[in-house]
């Protein structure tokens, strides 16, 4: 390793994920079927084709009488046309015989139509003249209060698309299809791995020089809020043989292994020898076109992916969202189409750097917009990223953002 000087030259975030995206087609191509009621978030591994119309029989959408609108045409108040009714439709049954010239059919909301009605007359209309006789006293046109056999879904259509993430609405649709097992990718399993002299867990008290750990417990977070199944592989000091253990572990045991610290000037060929000597092809980024987010590592291994981020807790955060996020949450695979919300800038943002970047801002609600308040902290600084309600994304190719500016951001709440 670092023969290559191509190899380690600093990449663009869009270039990192293309060098990354050979190595990972198997990792959608797995499935596991679930009970539907599990299926919230996961992402469907096939187009489903809908076996059934929805509804597969007219349904009335409100309560009252079944008619054959031609009957009622110029009813008023002062002059109701007159129906004779038949019965009463129940709920969860098929009505008997087809409606005849004249005639009416009581039935709930959600009651099916005989054949020969074409719309559905609201109780609100209709007058009792006894036995059974009924004036309807407003008229209603074909197709009124009621939903067509197909209306909601058509035979054969392929009504979700594979790759889609499992919202409520789909699996709602879902089951109205009789799906009561779906097929989704499988979670992607997530090893988190903190390294570093100077860490140690929450229940120490640290000495001087020595910080507890949040990286590990942050990228656990945004895992497990990414849909993926975390785990935490505690803390590790600058060691070659104990890291090349562990690492050699969390490969075995996951789909994606992340480590934090330790990525930049420094124990940085630690994190990077490992990552090549432990498969193919090993690492293919070292150092990002990225603010924050400059020393991160990334590479594969023989089909797994690892990260190393930036050891400082906000750029982690940053570049987690950045660059890991997308591969577990399925946004790579079929790109969210819902817009991002957009809010004003409140203040100019030079972009000189001629890095991507990223900026940690406050959202404060102002009338029908937003403002966006950039957050000036230090990447070190964990505080940053509680305060901040969204991050702004500003593009290679731009010098900033000017005050004023309406502009997209992801929000982080
Ligand atoms: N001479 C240079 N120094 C640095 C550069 C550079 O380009 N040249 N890059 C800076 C940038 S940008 C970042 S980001 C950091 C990245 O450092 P590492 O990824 O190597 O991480 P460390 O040096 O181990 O730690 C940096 C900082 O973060 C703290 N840290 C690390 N892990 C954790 C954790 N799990 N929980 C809480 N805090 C953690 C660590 O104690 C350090 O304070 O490098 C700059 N330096
Ligand atoms: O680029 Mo570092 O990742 O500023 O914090």
Known sequence: ???????????????????????????????????????????????????????????????????????????????PALVQCY?????????????????????????MLPEGADAVV??????????????????????????????????GEVILKQFTRIRAQEMGLLAALGKSDVSVLPRFRVGI?????????????????QSRDINGYTLLGQALASGAEAHYYGIVQDDLEELRTILSRMLKENDLVLLSGGSSVGTRDLSAQLIEELGEPGVLFHGLALKPGKPTIGGVADGKLIFGLPGHPASAMVVFDAIVRPWLDGSLLSPRVDPLP???????????????????????????????????????????????DAVVHIPLDTEGIEAGKEIPFRPLR
Not at 42 to 60: E, G, N, V, W, Y
Not at 131 to 152: M, Q, W
Not at 356 to 380: M, Q, Y
């Open 87 to 111: 019965g009463e439709v129940r709920m969860g049954e098929a009505p008997g015989e087809a409606l005849r010239q004249g005639t009416g059919i009581l039935m709930p909301t959600g009651g």
């Open 342 to 388: 957009k809010g004003k800038m409140t203040q100019n943002l030079y972009s000189g750097s001629g890095r991507e970047e990223f900026v940690r801002a406050r959202f404060v609600p102002d009338g029908e917009e937003g403002l966006l308040e950039p957050i000036r902290g230090k990447s070190g600084l964990i505080r940053t990223m509680v305060l901040a």
């Open 122 to 155: 609201m109780v609100e209309h209709l007058e009792h003249f006894g036995e059974e006789l009924y004036g309807v006293t407003k008229s209603v046109a074909p197709g009124e209060n009621l939903i067509d056999i197909g209306e909601d879904v058509t035979v």
């Open 193 to 209: 791995l903190s390294t570093g002299d100077e860490i140690i867990p929450p229940d120490q008290e640290p000495l001087p020089g």
């Open 1 to 79: 390793m670092g023969n290559n000087s191509e190899l380690f030259k600093v990449k663009t975030l869009a270039e990192a994920m293309d060098s990354l995206r050979p190595y990972v087609q198997t990792f959608y191509q797995r499935a596991e079927t679930i009970p539907l009621a599990d299926s919230l978030g996961r992402i469907l591994t096939q187009d489903i084709p809908a076996a059934c119309a929805i509804p597969h029989f007219r349904k009335s959408t409100m309560d009252g009488m079944a008619v054959r609108a031609i009957d009622t045409f110029g009813a008023s108040e002062s002059m």
